[in-house]
């Protein structure tokens, strides 16, 4: 006989417990860091795994570090349905960004086993470990494991300290000869399911509680090296300068409005380096980064042609050298239209907006690996001031119970489609 599945508040109230419990595990006192195979991530791990058996899961630590528990189906060993985030952090971080997502999938499953829903497919809860890469140089290892797109390479990888990645895992408990067995088979996973903080304002200005990721956008990251020439302060007439500062600061600007003139393109120079950085001397040379993004690989195409163009007229005019390095490309990964649906649905259920807020997201999500290999959606939850990657990050318990409460309709309704 099966029972109602709990309220909004209930789940919401549930999820910070349970949040208060995962935090305690920081490589850094007062603070939430949580590093990839650190001795943080390895105890949050097994307390992730815990909490997965108390709601019914099978689970285990994967050779790679992940932790994956499973509530078998009708069929042993048939296609899932997969809830996952990640329980890693950036270094100072904040409490809800891929925590919750783990989290709510842990409530989801026992709130299911409890009221004695029987799915007809099996129900999986992922927690990653190397969203955030920011121990190691890699790019979504753990969920590229499971979705057969591991790096080899990355094992030899190192950390500021030198610490070899393979190494990392073996003294986290790892097994880096048995990667390559994690990679699904196609057709093993129904749907990837990934609940996330928005980690951004629109929610919050909109008034909306969630909103359905359409896709996850594309990305280009490089390096700038502006050459000039040094001189003193004093002494180099304006219209003599080669002043590689102020060439740069004109391509920063320039990245701005090339972001701005894309239909929701942003563009954003993160790292400014000038040497020598004395006050007396005119900047001789500059080093800085730049971020693009957009949901469309063809704008971001435009954006980067216009980025290239725009740069080296720059350079001209002012007499500078000029290198670009793009050292990181992602396309575009569009959210499956049909498990979109499903977490709309889910949302017209709990009596909110018919049409909920569907948007990009224009960070990068353990979604985009899995979305290699089968059907993946995303549901992104409101929080304060869309600030992120930071103790500042705040949310709601109301919030994050509707959210809970969604994902919940959403994985009913697949159900019912089966049916």
């Known amino acids: 006989m099966t029972q109602s599945l709990p309220s909004a508040a209930v789940l919401g109230a549930r999820a910070f417990a349970a949040l208060e419990g995962l935090n305690r595990f920081t490589d850094e006192p007062g603070k939430l860091t949580r590093l990839y195979l650190s001795p943080a991530h390895r105890q949050a791990a097994e307390w992730t795994k815990g909490a997965m058996e108390v709601a019914g899961l099978t689970a285990f630590i994967d050779a790679a570090g992940s932790v ?48 004695g829903i029987v799915l007809p497919f099996a129900l999986e809860v992922v927690a990653f470990g190397d969203e955030e890469n920011v121990r190691f140089p890699t790019h979504l290892s753990t969920s590229g494991a499971l979705a057969g797109d591991y790096e080899p390479a990355w094992l030899d990888a190192r950390d ?45 200005v909109e008034n909306e509680p969630v909103g359905i990721v359409t896709a996850i956008n ?37 990245l701005e409005a090339i972001a701005a003139g894309h239909e929701q393109g942003v563009g954003t120079v993160g790292v400014f380096q000038v040497n020598p950085g ?35 007229e720059i ?64 549901l992104f939850v409101r929080n304060e001031k869309g600030i992120s990657h930071s103790p500042l990050e705040n949310m709601t318990e109301a919030d994050a119970g509707i959210a809970i409460r969604v994902l919940l309709e959403a994985i009913l309704e697949l159900a019912r489609r089966e049916g």
């Not at 393979?166 to 390559?180: E, K, M, Q, W, Y």
């Not at 001189?231 to 060439?247: C, E, N, S, Y």
């Open 218 to 254: 594309a990305q280009r990251r490089a390096r700038v090296r502006v050459t000039g020439e040094a001189g003193h302060a004093g002494t180099v007439p304006m219209h003599l300068r080669k002043d590689a500062l102020t060439a740069s600061a004109e391509m920063a600007l320039a």
């Open 68 to 115: 994956q528990g499973r509530r078998e189906g009708p069929v042993p060993g048939g296609p899932c349905v997969m809830i996952a985030s990640h329980i890693d952090t950036v270094k100072d971080g904040g409490r809800f960004d891929g925590n919750l997502g783990v989290v709510a999938g842990i409530l989801a499953a026992q709130a299911l086993r409890d009221a």
């Open 278 to 312: 004395a006050t007396n001397v005119v900047p001789g040379a500059v080093e800085f980064t730049i971020d693009f993004r957009c949901p469309s690989n063809e704008t971001l195409a435009k954006m980067e042609a216009a980025v290239q163009s725009r740069f080296a």
């Open 315 to 378: 350079a001209a005019r002012r007499g500078v050298g000029l290198s670009i390095n793009i050292y990181a490309r992602a396309a575009a990964v569009p959210m499956d239209p049909g498990l979109q649906d499903a977490l709309s649905i889910g949302v017209a259920r709990m009596g909110a907006n018919p049409s909920p807020r569907r948007l990009p997201s224009g960070a990068g999500h353990d979604a985009m690996a899995m979305a290699a290999i089968c059907p993946a959606a995303m």
């Open 160 to 204: 500021a300290e030198g610490t070899r990645l393979a190494d990392a895992l073996v003294a986290f408990g790892g097994d880096p000869s048995g990667i390559a067995g994690l990679a699904r088979k196609p057709g093993s996973i129904k749907a990837y399911l990934e609940l996330h903080i928005e980690q951004g304002p629109v929610l919050e």
